[in-house]
């Protein structure tokens, strides 16, 4: 038998280049459109996992009306608050900031993000906002969340910009004006067996080898010489003389924004102590606010920012929002 002139590529190239995130707040560059006028995101606080018992609603599974064993995660939920509007028009480079109107009463804490808040003779009014109708393509909110009703060890909140959907610009207006400078909870923006999207950095592993970051295969006997065996057994032929940018090479691993799709939600709660394990969660402590639980897992380590957003590449739901029997308390702390 000849030699092997072939294998399968070490690692997948769809993310490349694999660079640090630039911030831990994650950036949504796309939004869905829909006939819904709301908010069409909302950002929570990953406290941890745990599983719980779920009906099996589907009939044509061999588990159909039986408990099934499922892994959840539970995202503490605050109030955000809403602290301005900010709509777009077009030019010939895409989306153009029109104009801002911020809110007359401002949180305190948000000093601690925002050094230079603006004077209150120099916000810009609602009334600006209707001048400009015939030109606004695009309405969307400044919020900023509340950590210090959480255990998180911070008080700085985070500052996002959120689209509000809907077909109807001048509708979209008027439910940005009504909720500019109030609180916001989550049952204000989404509900239980809704699919969301979960947008976050993943937990950062950093400065890292080929074998762990591609999945390049280790050498033995013969073929590993006096070396450690753990590295790519060429880079590259003689000609081109260059390295591809394709061969796989050590560097950061992991910290990377990703978007999960079609996350469910199963759950929507306002007392945390109902959900809070025994002890509380692991690096994360107790529950304190609306939380909401979602099956499968979510990008991040634990007190991680998650952005829930609409689903953008929405699935049918065939079955409906299955129930809950039981989820699980035991303590996390290991024995």
């Excluded at 006028?37 to 929570?44: G, K, S, Y």
């Excluded at 070396?227 to 057994?233: A, D, K, L, P």
Aim: zero cysteines.
């Amino acid at each position: 038998m000849g030699m092997k002139r072939n294998r399968p590529r070490r690692g997948s190239l769809a993310f490349s280049p694999r660079k640090r995130a630039k911030r831990p707040v994650p950036r949504i560059r796309s939004w869905p459109e829909e006939d819904k006028v709301r908010l069409q995101a909302f950002p929570v606080y990953k406290a941890g996992m745990s599983h719980a018992l779920v009906k099996e609603n589907n009939p044509k599974s061999p588990n159909a009306n039986q408990e099934v064993f499922t892994p959840i995660t539970i995202l503490e939920a605050p109030d955000i608050n809403v602290f301005g509007i900010r709509v777009y028009g077009k030019d010939t480079r895409g989306l153009k900031t029109l104009t801002e109107v911020w809110a007359d009463e401002l949180d305190e804490e948000l000093a601690r993000k925002i050094k230079t808040l603006p004077k209150k003779e120099e916000k810009k009014t609602v009334e600006e906002l209707d001048s400009l109708v015939d030109k606004i393509v695009d309405v969307r909110v400044l919020v900023h969340t509340n950590p210090k009703n959480t255990t998180l060890p911070k008080k700085k909140p985070e500052v996002l910009e959120i689209r509000i959907g809907g077909k109807d610009i001048q509708e979209r207006l008027n439910y940005a004006k009504e909720i500019l400078g109030k609180k916001l909870s989550i049952t204000d923006v989404f509900s239980e067996g809704e699919f969301v999207d979960a947008i976050a950095v993943t937990k950062g592993k950093g400065f890292q080898g080929q074998v762990k970051r591609w999945g390049v295969k280790i050498q033995f006997g013969k073929h590993q010489r006096k070396s450690v065996g753990r590295h790519v057994g060429s880079i590259g032929p003689w000609t081109p003389k260059r390295i591809m940018w394709t061969v796989p090479m050590p560097g950061q691993m992991g910290y990377h924004q990703r978007t999960e799709y079609n996350k469910r939600i199963l759950k929507i709660g306002n007392s945390g102590e109902e959900i809070t394990p025994k002890g509380g969660f692991l690096h994360y402590g107790v529950v304190r606010n609306n939380y909401v639980v979602v099956k499968g897992s979510v990008p991040g380590p634990a007190k991680r920012l998650v952005v829930l957003r609409s689903a953008i590449r929405p699935v049918e739901d065939e079955f409906g929002l299955p129930e809950i029997t039981y989820i699980s308390t035991t303590s996390k702390q290991g024995n």
